[in-house]
């Protein structure tokens, strides 16, 4: 079995294990990030007191009740669990004559038959998928960058902890308290009935909090792959959760609690707000195929992660279309900050110290300071903003706007986000989800105008019904709303709806006026970001053959390497021919530790018959050998950001802006 893909969730008194629960990763990722959880807690991982994490973690934290995963897997992650500890405790069982006691605790059989039952019965349509959201958090609060994690197992159940090299220490149990102090205070507010409506009333947080800063040392095991975490001097004591402030004393370990104390409500209401607050929940379908448009796609996070780090300033791929300001040659190969790449992809290497990253024109630019919509108001004048209106075609679930509008950058930069759907049913369940992560939606365009001028703050939202195939009423949309950005993820796969997808960017880039925006020295100029996962040759042909009579291509491809093996972009544009770092890693990272796979974007070609030039080359020189190996690697399941990926297909990022002659015309 294949090691535990790098997470990258800024963790420090999360479990590693419950970031990959939340996403439905697979059982098998989700038990090894546990068994190293455990480990990093000083608590065998098949012993009671790790049985009772999985109950807390698993079954109470209030995320998982308000936002239940997907059932089956919740199933299957219990059945794979209780049969570990079932096998691996029947040798130790057979050595001792005097432990007749079941291995399995009662609490832990009976959420596994609860949760059974309930799959059963309930025939769920919808679930949620909810990712760890560093932006969500206080503006000032620290985000983490990587730690390490145990592989997963070769085969059978999960190995023995001795026979495994315990991982860095997140999140250890002090001396002066009980395991069950080890646990964030929202996992004590015990196993209240765990709603099972997908419609339920959103409930919104009002105060977010932050996270303390920890150190995870690499050993120097190739074995462990960078996890996440936040960083501090070794020699500092380990810190658990802001809201933990005992001074660790040495006393006796107390056996974990099966009955959780019972809170009172102020403590059961805070408990439960905050750890809400660092997360982005996303309501979609309990099965990835039954409707495309409710699941998410791995072209969606590459997305994600590519806008978050280059609204941030941290990479420039896309500035010379969006308008945004690039870094000193001193800020592109600088060391990282806490608000580094968006929760990496492999994560920054572990010996590697933060330091701030600075944003050059950005760094005094500030969000308003009332919300009356006044920027010019605030005490700091916004030295620029490029205020984007940005539209996305085959919005799906809505992650785009959900995960990104807690950014300050994302703020002071986009004016609006129209995101559409040619479904009502899809169009309603991305309101619901936009709903849900606190975004106030506009009812249309008239609105969003009004608001830009003296209504809401922006950026102002709107959820819409676009059928690629209403060209006048397209038209009348797009010149309404003024776009500047088309985003287009996991879009092109039938060749039939093709000429329609395509006339739909091409209106979108000429139904206003095409003249660049300038303010000073930096400029934005419509253009068309499409990620696309790349099944076949022949569709991804007939797509850039219709894009190429209006428009010029800029591409690039996602590849997974070992970092020292890749030529990193002097400022991270891609401009020079370099690679465009993809997550929380740089150039220090790549000398510290050459052999760390990490993902990045290549810029690339493509070629007449719908192909990606790199990929033809590497298939082509490596034989069939190389070339098994090769889609391996690049098809390999892990981190992109925050979020765990089953990749299907190469993965190319392309930039459609019109060419000349028809911006002249």
């Not at 790790?50 to 199933?75: G, L």
């Not at 439960?272 to 796609?297: C, K, T, Y």
Request: glycine share 6%.
């Amino acid at each position: 079995m294949e090691p535990l893909p790098p997470n990258t969730s800024s963790l420090c008194s999360l479990p590693r294990s419950l970031i990959l629960f939340l996403q439905s990763a697979p059982p098998t990722i989700v038990l090894s990030a546990f068994q190293a959880d455990c480990e990093s807690r000083g608590v065998p991982w098949c012993s009671a007191e790790a049985q009772m994490f999985a109950v807390e973690w698993f079954v109470r934290h209030p995320v998982v009740k308000k936002y239940p995963p997907r059932r089956r897997m919740v199933r299957g992650l219990f059945k794979a669990y209780i049969n570990a500890v079932e096998e691996h405790c029947v040798g130790d069982y057979a050595l001792s004559s005097a432990s007749s006691e079941d291995p399995v605790q009662t609490e832990l059989i009976e959420e596994f038959i609860r949760v059974s039952v309930i799959g059963e019965a309930s025939g769920q349509d919808l679930c949620f998928k909810t990712f760890y959201n560093p932006f969500g958090s206080a503006p000032d609060t620290p985000v983490i960058t990587s730690a390490s994690v145990a592989p997963t197992p070769p085969s059978g159940p999960l190995m023995s902890p001795s026979a495994i090299r315990t991982p860095p220490q997140v999140h250890p149990v002090s001396p002066g308290s009980s395991l069950r102090a080890s646990l964030s205070p929202e996992m004590h507010t015990g196993s209240s009935q765990r709603s099972l409506s997908a419609h339920s009333e959103p409930t919104h947080t009002l105060s977010p909090h932050g996270l303390p800063p920890c150190i995870v040392v690499n050993d120097g095991s190739k074995e462990l792959l960078p996890m996440a975490s936040v960083r501090s001097p070794p020699t500092s004591p380990s810190q658990r959760s802001p809201r933990h402030h005992q001074h660790q004393q040495q006393h006796p370990k107390v056996p974990l609690s099966s009955h959780p104390p019972a809170p009172t409500p102020a403590s059961a209401a805070a408990a439960a707000a905050l750890p809400l607050d660092q997360f982005s929940s996303i309501r979609v379908s309990s099965e990835q195929f039954s409707n495309v448009g409710l699941s998410l796609w791995p072209a969606a996070f590459v997305m994600v992660q590519l806008l978050a780090q280059e609204l941030k300033g941290q990479t420039h791929m896309l500035a010379d279309v969006l308008g945004l300001p690039r870094a000193t040659s001193s800020t592109a190969s600088s060391s990282t900050s806490p608000a580094r790449l968006l929760a990496a992809s492999n994560g920054l290497h572990p010996h590697t110290t933060p330091t701030p990253l600075s944003l050059g024109p950005m760094v005094n630019c500030s969000l308003r300071s009332s919300n009356d919509g006044n920027a010019g108001s605030s005490s700091v004048t916004k030295l620029y903003s490029s205020q984007l209106r940005i539209l996305e075609l085959g919005a799906g679930v809505g992650l785009t706007p959900v995960y990104l509008h807690h950014m300050k950058e994302y703020q002071q930069h986009v004016a609006s986000f129209l995101a559409t759907d040619y479904q009502e049913s899809i169009v309603d369940n991305m309101r619901f989800n936009m709903a849900e992560n606190g975004i106030r939606l506009v009812s249309d365009s008239q609105a969003a105008k009004c608001g830009l001028e003296r209504g809401p703050t922006p950026p102002l939202h709107r959820a819409a019904l676009l059928d690629w195939l209403n060209h006048d009423d397209n038209e009348k949309m797009f010149m309404e709303d003024e776009v500047d950005v088309t985003l287009v993820a996991d879009c092109v796969y039938d060749t039939d709806v093709i000429p329609a997808l395509v006339d739909t960017i091409h209106l979108a880039l000429t139904a206003r006026s095409t003249a660049p925006y300038t303010s000073g020295t930096l400029r934005k100029k419509p253009c068309c970001i499409v990620v696309q996962t790349h099944r076949q040759d022949t569709t991804m042909q007939k797509f850039f053959s219709s894009v190429r009579t209006f428009g010029q291509v800029r591409s690039y491809t996602l590849v997974r390497q070992v970092v020292g093996s890749l030529r990193i972009s002097e400022d991270h544009s891609g401009d020079d021919g370099g690679c465009v770092p993809l997550g929380s890693w740089d150039r220090q990272a790549q000398l510290l530790d050459p052999d760390q796979v990490v993902c990045a974007l290549m810029p690339d070609v493509i070629l007449e018959d719908g192909s990606m030039r790199s990929a033809s080359r590497q298939w082509h020189s490596n034989g069939a050998n190389g070339t098994a190996a090769a889609a391996e690697a690049l098809l390999a399941d892990g981190m992109i950001g925050p979020f765990y990926t089953s990749m299907v297909g190469l993965i190319g990022v392309h930039v459609i802006t019109l060419q000349a002659a028809k911006v002249a015309g």
